[in-house]
């Protein structure tokens, strides 16, 4: 069964500190992989997506996020955190006919001063 | 303009009452769906229309309806609501099913029923 698995529910980083967010899949071919983010009583945003090609993406607001087939990875990045970052982030993975998408339960980042 | 709208942003209502949801999309796309976000901010698909068709329909109970009168708007209708229907539900498009297309989320309806 295809399954995102996003291990980290909450975490804290300092402001100027870098930042990886992880998420991890289980699908029988290669997935088309997504990573959202959610500010408090807002939508979904998109921040960069992989289909194919170079393994490392690079998305708005300074994340990208690397491919990693051998760890059915994608783990999200971001050298040097901003207070505004702070929000819940979500892997997504599409997977199958219609658009069946399937999202990690989510990662809450705080940043501190 | 916002790319998709949804309205009521916030809903509060009793059990055992009937209400709808809209969702308006500007972008000209042709497939529209519905997530519900529970308490634990867990993502789920509910339903996919595309060109007003049905294509998607997840293990949802009957009590949601889904319409779309248009492809422009996907309405959300829910008979009999229950406690366990408080949640978060989020609209979203895309260009078409293809499966590399990027979906674009409204701005979520909070629902809350007592």
């Known amino acids: 069964a295809q399954s995102v698995t996003q291990p980290d529910i909450h975490i804290t980083v300092s402001e100027g500190a870098s930042l990886e967010l992880r998420c991890n899949y289980s699908?029988?071919?290669?997935?088309?992989l997504f990573w959202y983010v959610q500010s408090p009583g807002q939508g979904l945003q998109l921040l960069l997506k992989?289909?194919?090609?170079?393994?490392l993406v690079q998305g708005i607001k300074g994340f990208e996020a690397e491919f990693k087939r051998s760890q059915s990875s994608f783990n999200l990045r971001k050298p040097s955190v901003h207070w505004s970052d702070a929000a819940e982030y979500f892997c997504?993975?599409?997977?199958?006919?219609?658009?069946?998408?399937?999202f990690g339960i989510g990662t809450k980042l705080q940043v501190i001063p | 303009d916002t790319a998709v709208s949804q309205t009521p942003k916030y809903l509060v209502t009793q059990m055992g009452n009937d209400k709808s949801i809209k969702c308006e999309q500007n972008?000209?796309?042709?497939?529209m769906y519905w997530y519900k976000q529970d308490s634990k901010k867990f993502l789920k698909i509910m339903f996919s229309?595309?060109?007003?068709?049905?294509?998607i329909n997840e293990t949802v109970p009957n009590r949601f309806s889904p319409k779309s009168p248009d492809k422009a708007h996907l309405n959300l209708h829910i008979n009999s609501l229950e406690l366990g229907d408080s949640a978060v539900y989020f609209c979203?498009?895309?260009?078409?099913?293809?499966?590399?297309?990027?979906?674009?989320f409204g701005p979520g309806t909070r629902l809350l029923v007592l």
């Open positions: 979203a498009s895309s260009q078409d099913t293809g499966i590399q297309e990027t979906q674009y």
């Open positions: 699908y029988g071919a290669t997935p088309y």
């Open positions: 992989y289909f194919s090609g170079d393994t």
């Open positions: 997504a993975m599409h997977s199958g006919g219609y658009q069946k998408v399937t």
């Open positions: 972008l000209g796309h042709d497939t």
């Open positions: 229309y595309n060109n007003k068709e049905l294509i």
